[in-house]
């Protein structure tokens, strides 16, 4: 699980940082262990972040339906944005994001 490997957006981008520096002195010097390591978590991390960039995923949708409640406005917060979400009635599958009116 992502969570487990990377638990905020922070660590992510520590992580392919850090992957970045070694892969550069890669052509330099034998990495070790650690960084093979390294460079294998964070190949798979890229690819989970780019099937999932678009910041809505199946978890996350389920969770909104489950926790949004009909008539109820939520702001929620990824990459350093806010986005306003609201649930107009009990036959909306989904809360609704809004957008500058």
């Known amino acids: 699980e992502v969570h487990k490997v990377v638990p905020t957006w ?4 520590d992580l ?3 992957a970045a520096e070694v892969q550069s002195l ?3 010097k034998e990495l070790s262990q ?3 390591e390294l460079l294998t ?3 798979l991390m890229q690819e989970w972040w780019e099937a999932n960039r678009a910041q809505s ?3 996350g949708i389920k969770e ?3 926790q949004v409640q009909t008539g109820e406005v939520c702001v929620l917060f990824r990459n350093n944005h806010f986005c306003t979400v609201y649930r107009p009635g009990a036959n909306s599958p989904c809360p609704h994001l809004c957008t500058l009116l």
């Open 10 to 13: 922070n660590d992510l981008q």
């Open 16 to 18: 392919l940082a850090k």
């Open 26 to 28: 890669r052509s330099e």
């Open 34 to 36: 650690n960084d093979e």
């Open 41 to 43: 978590k964070a190949a």
């Open 57 to 59: 995923t199946e978890r």
């Open 64 to 66: 909104l339906q489950r």
